[in-house]
C-alpha cells in the first residue's frame, strides 16, 4: 500500500491562493503575518494533516496553573521532559495550564501535560485537537487523550512489603495535601497489599484530603502524625515528594529516633532524603521512563495510530537506613 502523499507547505498555499513564504512565516508565528492570514493557514494546515519536518517538529508542554507552585515532583518531571524533548532534537514550549489560548495559535506535532488537577483531558477534545499525553493524570481515552502514570498500586507493594520484611505490622500511611488521581491510587494500593498480608487497617490511614475544614480537621501536619503516632503504629509510609522534610524534623520535635522507635519510607527528594540522619528510604517515580514513554505514544497518537493502552511505569524502592526491626520483635 502506497504511503499518502507528503502535505507540503506549497500544498497549503495553493489551497488559500498565498505565497510559501507567507504560509511559511504563518506556521512560524511570525508576527508581520496578520492574525486572521494564520489563523487561515493554520485551520488548513490541520484540515491537511501538514506535519513540520522533524527539524521543526515543537512540543508544548503543559504545566499547572500558574497560582501552582512547581515542586520537587514537578521539577523531576519537567528536567526529564526537557532531557527527553532534546534527544530526540524536538523543540519544547511551555504554557500554564490556565494559558492554554496559544495552543491554537500555532502548528504544534502535540501535546504533553502533567498538570496534575484531573479535568485536563476531560476539557481538551472540547477545545483542541491537537493530540495530547497525560503524565501522572487519569487515563480517559476521550478524544485521543492517552495517559502515562507510575503505577502506584506497583509503588505501594513495594513499601508495604519492605516493611513486612523487617517484621512490621502496624504501618500507617499519610497522605498530604490535595485529592488527586495519584493520590486515591496509592491510598487503594496501600489498603489492597495490607489486606493481602492481613494487617490491621483501621486507624492506619490519615488522608488530609478527607479532613473537614478548620477548626474540625486535625491540626495541621504535626497532628495528622500524632494521629498514626497514636495508633502504636511502627512504621509510617509518608506520600508525596514535597513532605519529606517536614515528616523528617516534625518527628524529630516529637522526639522520635528513626529508625529505632519508627522506621520510615517517604517518597523521594534526593536533595534531601540522601543527607537526613539517618539517609531516608525512599518510593522514587522514574521520571526517565515515564518522559521516554510520554514521547513514544504521542507520537503513536500523532501519526494517527491508536495506542494499545495506557502506560504504567513501576516505581522503584530505594533501600537506606530509615527502615529497622520494630523494637517488640527486637525484646
Not at 478524544?143 to 502514570?149: L, M
Not at 540522601?274 to 528510604?281: D, E, V
Amino acid at each position: 500500500m502506497p504511503e499518502p502523499e507528503r502535505v507540503t507547505i506549497r500544498r497549503i498555499a495553493g489551497e488559500l491562493n498565498l505565497s510559501s513564504s507567507t504560509v511559511s512565516r504563518a506556521l512560524a508565528g511570525r508576527p508581520e503575518i496578520s492574525p486572521e492570514t494564520t489563523r487561515k493557514v493554520i485551520e488548513t494546515a490541520r484540515r491537511l494533516g501538514y506535519r513540520p519536518p522533524p527539524e521543526k517538529r515543537t512540543v508544548i508542554l503543559i504545566l499547572p496553573d500558574t497560582d501552582t507552585p512547581l515542586q520537587s515532583y514537578s521539577t523531576g518531571m519537567l528536567n526529564a521532559l526537557r532531557r527527553e524533548c532534546d534527544a530526540r532534537r524536538l523543540q519544547l514550549e511551555a504554557v500554564a495550564a490556565n494559558h492554554l489560548a496559544m495552543v491554537d495559535e500555532r502548528t504544534l506535532c502535540g501535546a504533553i501535560s502533567f498538570d496534575f488537577r484531573n479535568r485536563l483531558a476531560f476539557e481538551w477534545g472540547r477545545s483542541h485537537r491537537l493530540p495530547l499525553v497525560c503524565v501522572n493524570d487519569m487515563p480517559h481515552h476521550l478524544d485521543g487523550v492517552y495517559s502515562v502514570f507510575t503505577d502506584e498500586f506497583q509503588a505501594m507493594a513495594e513499601a508495604v512489603n519492605h516493611l513486612a520484611g523487617f517484621g512490621h505490622r502496624r504501618i500507617g500511611l499519610l497522605l498530604t495535601g490535595a485529592s488527586t488521581h495519584t493520590s486515591r491510587n496509592r491510598r487503594k494500593g496501600f489498603e489492597q497489599v495490607m489486606r493481602a498480608h492481613g494487617f490491621p487497617l483501621e486507624g492506619m490511614i490519615v488522608d488530609d484530603a478527607l479532613f473537614p475544614p478548620p477548626p474540625a480537621r486535625v491540626d495541621g501536619l504535626g497532628g495528622m502524625l500524632r494521629k498514626l503516632l497514636d495508633a502504636e503504629v511502627s512504621a509510617m509510609i509518608v506520600c508525596g515528594e514535597g513532605s519529606a522534610a517536614e515528616v523528617y524534623f516534625t518527628l524529630r520535635r516529637f522526639g522520635f529516633s528513626l529508625p529505632e522507635q519508627l522506621s520510615l519510607i517517604v517518597w523521594e527528594q534526593p536533595e534531601f532524603n540522601r543527607f537526613a540522619i539517618p539517609p531516608l528510604t525512599s518510593i522514587a517515580q522514574d521520571f526517565n521512563t515515564l518522559a521516554k514513554k510520554a514521547f513514544d505514544l504521542l507520537e503513536t497518537v500523532a501519526d494517527g495510530e491508536t495506542p494499545d493502552e495506557d502506560v504504567p511505569v513501576p516505581a522503584r524502592l530505594i533501600s537506606r537506613g530509615s527502615v529497622f526491626v520494630p523494637q517488640k520483635i527486637m525484646h
